[in-house]
């Protein structure tokens, strides 16, 4: 059954998206951090961020399953509560990690904000719901531009009942073999396929920007699809992505703003 997804904000396609939000360690601002969250609002660029479950049900962002690559703690954040998480502090900064709801009250609907579910599975299989629970709930007294998508299809379908209203899309990208352990061949070819698109309603897709020319890309960008990509690290991989790409999510440097 093909689910009806709710488009993009028309800001989703018009201002670059700050991968991580707008983060610079050398100015103290990690990724996902609130400081590099309030700078991409100041300079007005669109956010993606990506959020992990905890051990008591709720959501932070908060990009990798381990602790040790952005702070001093050691172990997986799924096996803290929310509030230890919020008492640890990120590497080369000031901050601590932050739960979705105080980021969305930093946001406050000033930009796009467009949230990665993270796979809580590592083979990209049903979930147990916890976290797209988590961000429905907080999701739902939002009222700014905001969307969701995963690498998982099995978390945007859950997302498509928990939050029909926001819009939804897969993360997608070449899936070659021995980049995506511990993904068996077959599920690789399977997600390569992108053959869950009008499964789980959604209206966008987010891929990897080395494979943009894929045919199956053109195909869903003909079918209506919105094509944002990832990761763009320069001006010429933006003037590359866009020969295809609707928008660009970048990092490393300052994307051109719609004049």
Request: glycine share 6%; with cysteine; aromatic share 6%.
């Amino acid at each position: 059954m093909r689910l009806n997804g709710k488009a993009l904000a028309a800001d989703f396609l018009r201002l670059p998206l700050a991968h991580r939000a707008l983060h610079d360690r050398a100015q103290r601002r990690p990724e996902n951090s609130p400081a590099a969250i309030k700078a991409a609002v100041a300079a007005g660029y669109g956010i993606e961020i990506d959020v992990q479950g905890t051990a008591d049900g709720q959501a932070v962002v908060f990009h990798d399953e381990w602790m040790e690559r952005l702070t001093e703690a050691t172990g997986f954040v799924k096996d803290y509560t929310a509030a230890a998480l919020g008492r640890i502090g990120l590497r080369d900064s000031d901050d601590c990690i932050p739960t979705l709801p105080q980021v969305l009250d930093m946001v406050a609907g000033r930009v796009p904000l467009l949230i990665e579910i993270k796979d809580q599975t590592d083979r990209m299989a049903e979930t147990d719901g916890r976290l797209e629970q988590a961000v429905a709930d907080a999701l739902a007294s939002y009222t700014g531009p905001v969307a969701v998508m995963s690498f998982n299809p099995h978390a945007i379908a859950n997302m498509a009942h928990l939050a029909p209203a926001i819009p939804r899309g897969l993360t997608t990208a070449a899936y070659d073999h021995a980049g995506w352990a511990p993904l068996s061949p077959d599920r690789c070819d399977e997600l390569r396929r992108i053959a869950d698109y009008d499964r789980v309603g959604a209206c966008f897709i987010s891929h990897e920007a080395a494979d943009l020319t894929r045919p199956r890309v053109a195909a869903l960008k003909a079918k209506g699809a919105a094509i944002l990509c990832w990761t763009i690290r320069s001006e010429k991989a933006e003037a590359l992505a866009r020969q295809v790409a609707d928008n660009v999510t970048f990092e490393g440097y300052l994307a051109a703003q719609p004049s």
